[in-house]
């Protein structure tokens, strides 16, 4: 038994959450590499139809879910009609509905019955992929929406009390300045959504923005310049009242997304729907990225898993530390020790205190956490961890 399955006997891990990935986009972004396809009606159904057996089977994994999480794709791609669907056959098999429900929606989905359906069932956050308000930016990432359709959808989620608003925003695109991408900033914060994801835009293969790098039509930004871009945002967002909890992430007091956090603290989480990801079980493992295998390994009982990983305590306790760093509380090395007692911690230690003298780490006892100058290198300061234990 892993020291994740005995915690979690013990209830001595974060709660558990549960995500569900939603295939559907309308168009594809030339950034973008998540496991998508066109919403085609009967597709649509079968996906639906898939999701209600995989919520049966896992009913046990379900059941002490705390937290929810739609994602994509884009689940306000469904109807009102088939977001109930899913909604209720979800709810069915948890204990209590869930103390955060998160569901992703792209600016041109939002529609008014929607949201109602959103908030009847109990969602409480809604998280909008806006990435830019300037349409030059926009072009730039292959967006569908425009800058109106975000303003329109914003007030139609304004208008239905109870939910909290996550924007999602891009930097470092190539061609935006650092002027356009501060009155990016500025836009959203006048808007006051309760939490704030800025992400610097990455090449992932397979996508457009890829090929158009391969083909020398689009550049790179060095890191000295992506270091600008980042702490501009930091900078912008916490002078207007947005505190960092994360390298990505900002939120207005009380409002960071706990599903996320809980995920970093390295607990249990049950992933449903095709390329989505579960740890539980001791296990680490992603479903096919495809709907048919998906499908299938549903209708077999023999799912065929990718990417799967049988968990170590020295794998966990490595995740937490490099995930715990990105966090702005930072790790307690005491506590990790208590919760993974089979690690020496100890081996962890000159890493630490060198990162420490360079002025990439502070340190206040068994308190670490990363300084801004670390901050712009938590990829590699990871990647140095990984591979101590
Ligand atoms: S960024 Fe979102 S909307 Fe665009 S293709 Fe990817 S999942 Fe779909």
């Known amino acids: ?125 809604l998280s909008m992929g806006v990435q830019s308000f300037s349409p030059t930016t926009l072009e730039r990432l292959g967006r569908q929406h425009s800058s109106q359709q975000v303003y329109k959808a914003y007030d139609l989620m304004r208008q239905q009390a109870g939910f909290a608003v996550n924007f999602d925003l891009i930097f470092a695109i190539p061609g935006q300045t650092l002027m356009e991408w501060e009155q990016d900033l500025l836009a959203a914060i006048k808007l006051r959504p309760e939490h704030i994801s800025t992400y610097c835009l990455t090449f992932e293969e397979d996508t457009a923005l890829w090929v158009k790098l391969q083909k020398g039509l689009v550049k790179r930004r060095s ?89 170590t305590d020295s794998i966990l306790a490595t995740d937490a530390l490099v995930f715990g760093l990105r966090c702005n509380a930072g790790i307690h090395l005491t506590r990790l020790q208590q919760r993974f007692t089979s690690i020496d911690f100890s081996l962890f230690e000159p890493v630490l205190n060198d990162l420490v003298a360079e002025g990439l780490l502070s340190r206040n006892h068994s308190l670490y956490q990363l300084t801004p100058a670390g901050r712009l290198l938590a990829d590699a300061i990871g990647s140095e961890l990984i591979g101590v234990i």
């Open 1 to 125: 038994m892993t020291n994740l399955q005995e915690k979690a006997e013990n209830q001595e891990l974060p709660p558990k959450g549960l995500y569900c990935h939603i295939p559907f986009c309308a168009t594809s972004c030339d950034f973008c590499n998540f496991y998508q396809k066109a919403p085609q009606r009967s597709e649509l159904d079968k996906f639906l139809t898939g999701m209600e057996l995989e919520f049966s089977q896992r009913k046990q994994d379900l059941f002490d879910a705390q937290t929810v999480f739609w994602g994509g794709g884009t689940p306000g791609l469904l109807m009102a009609r088939d977001l109930e669907r899913l909604g209720s056959s979800m709810l069915q098999y948890l204990k209590h509905p869930p103390s955060e429900w998160t569901v992703e929606l792209a600016p041109s989905t939002v529609k008014a019955d929607k949201l109602q359906s959103l908030l009847r069932m109990g969602v409480n956050r």
């Open 223 to 311: 890191e000295d310049e992506e270091a600008k871009f980042y702490t501009l945002t930091w900078d912008i967002l916490d002078a207007h009242g947005y505190g960092q909890y994360e390298v990505s992430n900002f939120a207005l007091p009380g409002h960071a997304c706990r599903h996320n956090l809980h995920t970093w603290e390295i607990g249990e989480w049950v992933g449903c729907g095709p390329s989505a990801s579960s740890q539980i079980h001791g296990w680490r493992r992603t479903h096919p990225h495809s709907m048919q295998e998906w499908l299938q390994g549903l209708a077999t009982g023999v799912m065929p898993w990718f990417d799967e990983v049988r968990l």
